[in-house]
């Protein structure tokens, strides 16, 4: 079992920036592939940024240059720093994991956190 925990969402004007934290709990974190998705009002989720168990990472195109995924194993913590933020960057947050990276990337992971609120002012 994997329990996540987001934070570090807020209310930032255009071109800020934003760190947000996934803690996770469970000793087999290292071994997850994690990844960070969000969902804006009326839109369907979308993949933001995802990162194998060897620090591989993968970008959607809307994000590619502005946010940078990472992930400190040893206290099972994945972040997504989040630069030059747009309005069309608002959007509740998730963090989720799965053992096998290509589930992952599909959404079809079991494991999700709360999500966090991130709104970008024009």
């Known amino acids: 079992q994997v329990q996540l925990v987001e934070s570090g969402g807020g209310l930032v004007q255009a071109g800020g920036s934003l760190r947000l934290s996934c803690a996770a709990s469970g000793r087999t974190f290292s071994s997850y592939a994690m990844g960070w998705f969000r969902q804006a009002p009326g839109k369907e989720r979308e993949l933001v940024a995802s990162?194998?168990?060897?620090?591989?990472?993968g970008y959607a195109d809307s994000v590619k240059g502005r946010f940078t995924i990472s992930r400190d194993n040893a206290k099972n913590t994945v972040f997504l720093q989040m630069n030059s933020l747009k309005p069309e960057d608002t959007a509740v947050y998730y963090c989720a994991a799965h053992p096998i990276f290509p589930l992952l990337l599909q959404g079809k992971s079991d494991y999700w956190g709360q999500g966090t609120q991130v709104t970008v002012s024009s």
């Open positions: 990162i194998n168990w060897s620090g591989i990472t």
